[in-house]
């Protein structure tokens, strides 16, 4: 698993790609999510999300969508170039499957079974 770093690294560039293409390369608020996204210092950062959250809420909703889909698309290319790896063998989930055998045998003059013994007595 990646570290909580290096997430956070490829998801500020995301959100930069997705900043500059929808305000412009010129724009203080993609230059600040780039600058953080450069830099990786705190303070950056910081004025980053203070850039980011100055912005109307419409506009903040459009840029997270189009990250979140760009996000997706990124992982969907990098699911393709290389096949899906676990350490279950998965082999086995193409064999035959086993039989259950009931509980309790049916009755022999009918398709039902008896209910419990506890479900037959009496109440007191």
Do not use: C, N
């Not at 980053?48 to 997270?64: E, H, N, S, T, V």
């Not at 170039?81 to 003059?109: C, I, L």
């Amino acid at each position: 698993m990646a570290s909580f770093e290096t997430t956070d690294r490829r998801a500020l560039g995301i959100l930069s790609d997705t900043v500059a293409e929808k305000l412009g390369p010129s724009d203080k608020v993609t230059r600040e999510i780039r600058r953080a996204y450069t830099s990786g210092k705190q303070i950056d950062r910081f004025m980053a999300r203070a850039a980011f959250d100055a912005l109307p809420g419409w506009q903040r909703g459009d840029i997270g969508m189009a990250a979140e889909h760009l996000a997706h698309a990124i992982i969907r290319e990098a699911l393709q170039g290389q096949p899906f790896e676990t350490e279950r063998d998965w082999r086995d989930m193409d064999a035959p499957r086993r039989q259950v055998r009931p509980a309790r045998k049916p009755d022999v003059g009918s398709d039902m079974q008896a209910p419990p013994r506890f479900l037959t007595r009496a109440p007191r």
